[in-house]
């Protein structure tokens, strides 16, 4: 194993941990901010006790998110400090915007959020749940916006071995960077409805707090149902950007080896790749399927894998099974919001237990999702790190092979130990259940409308 194998599955593992939590967090603040907005608009006191309960799981992610994104950003420099000095001109400013204009912004309300119901008015507290996740998008989106240059660099110049800036706006807003952020956010959106969704599912099967967690499950389902369709057209419109500016990511993805040129390309659903033959010893394919999804075209030219050079290939057997996991995940989720959607027409959404053990199971699902799309897009830029200008072997740092041994193992034991520590908490929150007894803040509820406490017929502290 040599250095540039160990620090790419370093920074794998510390990405493929890290994602875990901005997902969650990006999706939960607005959720937040869609809870509160009710709670100021109708005074229901669920409302209110809704937001208490979801909050505690967004500051524990914020935290653990803080922390982990730290981590990767000091990588840049242990284990990829070649492409950090060739590149810093354009990815250090968008790493300080990244800490200016959000990180500051979400920091400076996160206070207020957490603490501040009994010391500032009902509508200042909302206007921090509200610059709060807009500080979570844009965390997201310089993130992305500089990931994006690597994939599709654009807005600079090549001098003396140094990317050099010319026009800040063409290298913020490159070419993937808008697509990009769009599937980002709607697969965090999407990612936390289903979660929201699985645990309202448990507390309902448990037959406790019914009166909320009918509530939560609903506003989540109808989350589910915008975002579920919607992440499969941005899904078309991230591939087309593909085919446009990677098309060797795209045909890894797809395992096409032959360029089509008499009729089109299919699309292969179920494959072995078999790299050193340059063929799929085995395949299942729908006929013209690629040339119709890349090019909107049924006889559409894609370009096939050997059109490259061996060298210049990302792994096939990776990029084709990750991708499928993503879009077969994204279709499930597709058909479970179809038969939701069935069993409320019927009335039957709440007490369907099937349905129900059904959203409790799959909740975690929309994160490998998310996991698996991160696979396709980092590995499907090998062997590039700034793509098709800087290889991954030019822009790490000369270090040893066993310096990045040991501080792998010690980020696997280290990240091992947060997520058993983050599992517990996570636990023993859903364990607690909302609190539906202590002080809200003054408020004047609807004339005949009892206190959340006495619609449950049960107390939680």
Avoid: C
């Avoid at 636990?427 to 002080?439: E, F, Q, T």
């Amino acid at each position: 194993m040599d250095t540039v194998l160990l620090s790419r599955v370093q920074f794998a593992v510390t990405t493929l941990f890290h994602i875990l939590f901005p997902t969650l967090t990006i999706g939960l603040s607005v959720f937040l901010v869609v809870v509160e907005f009710l709670w100021l608009r109708t005074k229901e006191e669920l409302y209110y006790r809704m937001y208490r309960f979801w909050v505690k799981f967004f500051a524990v992610n914020f935290s653990v998110g803080v922390v982990t994104g730290i981590v990767l950003e000091f990588e840049f420099g242990t284990n990829f400090s070649r492409f950090s000095q060739a590149a810093s001109n354009v990815i250090a400013p968008l790493m300080a915007f990244e800490v200016m204009t959000a990180f500051f912004l979400e920091s400076g309300f996160l206070g207020i959020m957490l603490f501040g119901w009994n010391r500032v008015s009902r509508h200042m507290h909302f206007l921090a749940t509200s610059l709060v996740a807009v500080g979570t998008i844009l965390s997201s989106f310089w993130i992305i916006a500089a990931n994006s240059w690597m994939q599709t660099p654009a807005g600079y110049r090549l001098i003396d071995g140094t990317f050099m800036v010319t026009d800040f706006h063409a290298a913020i807003f490159n070419p993937s960077t808008v697509v990009r952020m769009l599937h980002m956010s709607t697969a965090a959106l999407e990612t936390t409805a289903f979660v929201v969704a699985g645990v309202s599912a448990y507390f309902l099967l448990k037959g406790g707090m019914s009166v909320l967690f009918r509530r939560s499950l609903t506003i989540a389902l109808i989350m589910a149902a915008l975002f579920a369709p919607l992440q499969m057209i941005i899904g078309d419109l991230s591939g087309r950007m593909v085919f446009r500016h990677q098309p060797a990511k795209l045909a890894a993805t797809e395992a096409h080896w032959e360029t089509n040129r008499d009729g089109g390309a299919p699309f292969v659903v179920v494959a072995f790749p078999d790299v050193k033959e340059e063929k799929n010893t085995f395949e299942i394919s729908l006929p013209n399927g690629l040339s119709l999804l890349a090019t909107h075209s049924l006889h559409g030219r894609v370009s096939g894998l050997k059109e490259f050079a061996r060298e210049d290939r990302p792994s096939v057997p990776l990029l084709f099974l990750a991708f499928r996991i993503m879009i077969g995940i994204g279709t499930l989720l597709v058909l479970v919001m179809v038969w939701g959607f069935l069993l409320w027409r019927k009335g039957r959404l709440f007490e369907h237990r099937p349905f129900l053990w059904t959203l409790l199971i799959i909740h975690p699902l929309g994160f490998l999702a998310v996991e698996t799309g991160w696979i396709t897009t980092e590995a499907g830029r090998q062997p590039w790190l700034v793509y098709g200008l800087m290889r991954t072997a030019e822009g790490l740092s000369p270090i040893p092979p066993g310096n990045v041994i040991w501080s792998l193992s010690l980020f696997l034991i280290i990240f091992a130990s947060i997520g058993l520590i983050y599992l517990f908490y996570i636990l023993k929150m859903i364990k607690r259940g909302p609190d539906v007894s202590s002080p809200i803040p003054a408020v004047q509820l609807p004339a005949g409308m009892r206190p959340l406490q006495d619609q449950e017929g049960t107390t939680k502290a």
